[in-house]
């Protein structure tokens, strides 16, 4: 509850997909949303396995039909580009243990959507330094027919 | 001049008036009247006054006052901190109090602690490095507070919170509070609630200053102090603590447990056990809050031994991963009765895992044996089902420690338990999440495609089910999205180069496909069209590849829906 308020203060508009450790079962297992001309997905993705598969979780993405798809529980920071959009991880903002990933730095990340245009900073933490590195993407004009 | 000729004359004035309100109001206008230096060089003179007044003037707000002035003295420069050990102000003014004290034995508790608290803030400014002094204050504060039982006023209670606080306040690391003796006496006389509160603010102390505790000893102490946070205190329930605010309570000790830490494994494993034995005494409604994080450390600390050498000339008593796993064991079985499976279950795979990656096959298996005991035996709610399953299958799917008998019998387990839950649909996709427990890469010898096939089969056959219960029991046939989720299964695999995954069988599940979505039947579901487009959008990418990629995708044919 305490984190859930904290996030709250950062920004009102907060969306949450339910962790394994989460005892509030309000919380759902995937969401999706629109921002601007994309299309995004949230899911912790302790449900899709193999854990951290890229191919699996391109999948999911598939299936909630999003353009960009926002996943975690590996407490590891990637950044996945394929035909069909992105997948990002932020990583684990306190650099909690995980059994999956180890010597975990805490991190973050920060999406700029500006029309069709995505940039993803991600802020880590490395021997005290706080690192910031900068990907790019961008949307082609859409293909696919609208529903 | 002013020492030997005009304070001792107005001084005998004062004494000789007799008059308590003038006495007070004199007094007082002599210690903000004159400047601080001129104080500390007529210590005695005005200190010998005091006993002299009327008894019925609040002498100790006079002294506090004083005390007041000359810390803040003191906190001005440094330079004049010398005069003070000069004048030797500190013996001065406790023997002071002393006798005010001895002389007004009626003194109501809050007076006695003013004047320690002035006395203390006084000290802690002047002499900042002598521990000793510090510890002598709350010495005669827990003397005088002797044989009173616990405070009940609660201006007094405010005052000893004021007290503790300043301690904290001043070094900024509770290691150097802790050092002071008496520190947990007078801690002893605040009553249950107010105890707690100054639990929660040393912890909140340390983790401000982001204080190091590195050894077993100092989790004693520390411990000791807080014990209000980590059980009930003798005979008080905790029926009146609010639900949030007890949360927050046992969420800050969760947070202070993860802050103990040192390189040394000896030490952590000892600072690991001290931990556990207090945190046994928190009883059921703490033990989910305070388990957990015990746990995380010592899986660290297992990691951190993971990377070293196994010593051949260590003897048995030194820590090994072996002996940490055996603690864990311990420590998640506290969580059993509570009731909270899911939780034991979670940390119980962890330790799995862990236990994977030290290739300690046997500790695997028993953690693996307690979590599915559990799944069988106490985890009966459906959508906890769910989670636990997908955290089983997924662990299961990263262990390679295991040998053949071991890891069938787990699978098979698995694989059962994903055909029992209770939803069809949720059935289904356990089961194909199953497939990936017979494809592991980096392990040529985990690959085995028929039956990743069987279990993908196995995941159509329930769909069908799944379609014909919908038919039976709503009059059309449900939505086609789990066959999708499948034919994606099936591509995965195919991709993987999966020799049992045949375009054939891919082309007649996309037919299939086609075939319900079509039909009049079928509830339309816009989800599944364009799961299916996206997906067909994933194969038109693949054959655009070209090279082997292209090749192999190419054979697979799908015509889009007309509108």
Not at chain 1, 98 to 124: C, K, W
Not at chain 2, 12 to 35: G, R, S, T
Not at chain 2, 150 to 164: C, G, M, N, R
Not at chain 2, 367 to 385: G, K, N
């Amino acid at each position: 509850m305490e984190v859930h308020d904290y996030l709250k203060t950062l920004c009102p508009d907060l969306h949450i997909t339910r962790g394994e450790y989460d005892e509030d079962t309000r919380y759902p297992e995937t969401k999706t949303l629109t921002i601007g001309q994309f299309k995004l997905g949230l899911c912790h993705g302790h449900q899709v396995i193999p854990w951290g598969d890229l191919d699996s979780l391109a999948m999911l993405q598939r299936q909630l039909d999003v353009d960009i798809l926002v996943t975690g529980h590996t407490h590891q920071f990637t950044a996945y580009k394929h035909e069909g959009g992105v997948v990002i991880n932020p990583g684990s903002a306190t650099g909690a243990y995980s059994s999956i990933t180890y010597d975990v730095n805490p991190s973050f990340v920060l999406m700029d959507i500006d029309g069709l245009r995505v940039v993803v900073y991600v802020y880590e933490l490395i021997d005290g330094e706080v690192k910031v590195d900068k990907i790019d993407f961008k949307k082609t004009a859409s293909t696919h027919t609208a529903h | 001049m002013y020492k030997d000729i005009v304070l001792p004359r107005v001084l005998e004035q004062v004494v000789n008036c007799k008059d308590e309100l003038a006495q007070f109001y004199l007094m007082d206008c002599i210690i903000q009247v004159f400047p601080d230096e001129y104080h500390l060089q007529t210590l005695d003179v005005l200190l010998g006054a005091c006993p002299q007044l009327q008894p019925s003037v609040d002498i100790k707000t006079v002294l506090s006052q004083l005390m007041e002035r000359l810390s803040h003295y003191a906190a001005s420069s440094a330079e004049v901190l010398p005069e003070f050990l000069q004048v030797e102000a500190f013996a001065k003014l406790s023997n002071a109090i002393g006798r005010v004290i001895e002389a007004q034995p009626d003194m109501p508790t809050l007076g006695v602690v003013t004047l320690y608290s002035s006395l203390l803030t006084f000290t802690l400014h002047v002499h900042p490095d002598r521990l000793d002094y510090a510890d002598q204050v709350l010495g005669a504060c827990v003397r005088k507070l002797s044989g009173k039982g616990k405070i009940e006023d609660s201006k007094a209670t405010k005052q000893v919170v004021a007290l503790l606080s300043a301690p904290l306040e001043k070094y900024n690391d509770i290691m150097t509070a802790l050092k002071l003796s008496n520190y947990p006496r007078v801690l002893e006389y605040l009553d249950v609630p107010t105890i707690r509160v100054m639990a929660t603010v040393i912890i909140q102390s340390i983790m401000k200053n982001g204080t190091r505790i590195s050894t077993s000893d100092k989790v004693e102490a520390l411990f000791e102090l807080i014990k209000g946070l980590i059980k009930d205190s003798d005979g008080t329930s905790n029926d009146k603590l609010d639900e949030d605010d007890f949360k927050e309570e046992q969420n800050s000790v969760a947070r202070l447990i993860q802050m103990f830490y040192n390189d040394d494994p000896e030490e952590m494993l000892k600072i690991i056990e001290t931990v556990r034995k207090h945190i046994l005494a928190g009883g059921p409604k703490r033990l989910p809050f305070t388990v957990p994080p015990l746990v995380f450390c010592s899986l660290k600390l297992v990691r951190q031994l993971q990377g070293q050498e196994e010593n051949p000339f260590g003897d048995d008593a030194s820590t090994t991963p072996k002996k940490i796993f055996q603690l864990l064991n311990q420590i998640i079985e506290t969580l059993s009765g509570i009731p909270v499976p899911e939780l034991a279950l979670q940390l119980y795979l962890q330790c799995a895992e862990a236990a994977n990656d030290c290739e300690l096959e046997p500790v695997a298996y028993e953690f693996f044996t307690q979590a599915y005991i559990l799944y069988e035996e106490e985890i009966s709610d459906s959508r906890a089902q769910i989670t636990c399953i997908h955290l089983i299958i997924g662990t299961l799917q990263r262990m390679h420690v295991f040998g053949v008998e071991n890891r069938d019998t787990l699978t098979h387990k698995a694989t059962g338990y994903s055909a029992k839950l209770l939803k069809k649909p949720d059935q289904c996709r356990a089961v194909y999440a199953c497939s990936h427990l017979f494809w592991v890469e980096d392990h040529d010898n985990m690959k085995d495609g028929e039956r990743v096939l069987l279990c993908l089969k196995r995941a159509l056959r329930i769909a069908n089910a799944a379609q014909q219960m919908a038919n039976a029991a709503r009059g059309s046939t449900g939505s086609v999205m789990l066959f999708i989720e499948i034919l994606n299964k099936y591509l995965y695999f195919f991709e993987k180069g999966n020799p049992q995954i045949t375009v054939a069988s891919i082309q007649s599940l996309i037919e299939l496909i086609m075939n319900e979505m079509q039909s009049d039947s079928t509830t339309s579901d816009p989800a599944a069209e364009a799961f299916l487009a996206s997906t067909m959008r994933y194969v038109q990418f693949q054959k655009q590849k070209g090279g082997a990629v292209g090749e192999k995708y190419e054979p697979i044919k799908y015509e889009p829906i007309k509108a």
